[in-house]
């Protein structure tokens, strides 16, 4: 059953997808002469304005119930086979960047990219994985806490006879209370955490692409995580038969 927060995201994020496709449509139908420059920016841009609004619905839902974000109803189970901290691994950016480059799709203005471009896209993946590495830290440390002295001592407390006085039950289910809301926040900041190095990537890959590059990157990009859904949801449906 899903809760309240779970409900209204997963309606949110079924209008979202659809704005995406949208979005596709109009950065494949756009004139591809550099010469657009104002006109690839203002796609673009209207991408980024959907990222930053799904996220700012996503923390907002995460603040109501956080454990949803980590077992997702509205996804698939392929989609959540692939997830890194509730949302896509950053490290993704580039490994897109370097497939369209070397895949030579003709047309693709990704294909031309500068040695000067490769170079500071090198440099920039080499920034963002030390971020996620440090990410990945701080949640393995957040894991292991469940195994902490406190926490040992409350799970004793909770399967021993203490609980059989009305007194000592209330106290203790307080205790527990505070001890998984402490975890429900370390889960909270971890994702956002996550989230903050996901945009962190695409806005600084795009600020090294030109407009139409970012036009090609943000298609690739968008049609990538919209195929992997309708994939997922069409294995999905073939294992309920």
């Known amino acids: 059953m899903q809760s309240q927060a779970q409900d209204k995201f997963s309606q949110y994020y079924e209008k979202y997808i659809g704005l995406q496709e949208t979005n596709i449509h109009q950065l ?21 304005y959907l990222y930053k609004e799904y996220y700012t619905m996503k923390w907002a839902g995460a603040h109501e119930d956080v454990l949803g974000f980590y077992s997702p109803t509205w996804l698939s189970p392929l989609e959540i086979a692939h997830l890194w901290i509730t949302g896509w691994k950053p490290s993704i950016t580039f490994k897109l960047i370097t497939s369209l480059r070397q895949a030579r799709i003709s047309g693709s203005s990704l ?27 701080e949640m393995e440390r957040h894991q292991v806490s469940i ?9 004793r407390l909770s399967t021993g006879q203490m609980k059989e006085h009305k007194e000592i039950a209330e106290e203790l289910k307080r205790l527990v209370d505070v001890a998984m809301n402490n975890l429900l926040v370390g889960l909270e900041k971890m994702m956002k955490a ?22 090609d990157f943000m298609v690739a990009s968008l049609m990538l995580q919209i195929q992997l859904r309708n994939w997922g949801k069409r294995r999905h449906s073939r294992t309920m038969i």
């Open 194 to 215: 996550a989230d903050c190095v996901r945009l962190k990537a695409i806005k600084e890959v795009l600020d090294l692409l030109t407009p139409l590059q970012s036009v």
């Open 28 to 48: 494949l139908s756009v004139s591809r002469n550099p010469s657009n420059e104002q006109q690839h920016k203002a796609l673009v841009s209207k991408v980024l």
């Open 147 to 155: 195994a902490d002295k406190k926490m040992l001592q409350l799970a």
């Open 111 to 137: 294909v031309n990219l500068t040695d000067e471009q490769v170079k500071r896209l090198e440099k920039l993946r080499l920034k963002i994985s030390e971020e996620e590495e440090k990410v990945e830290r």
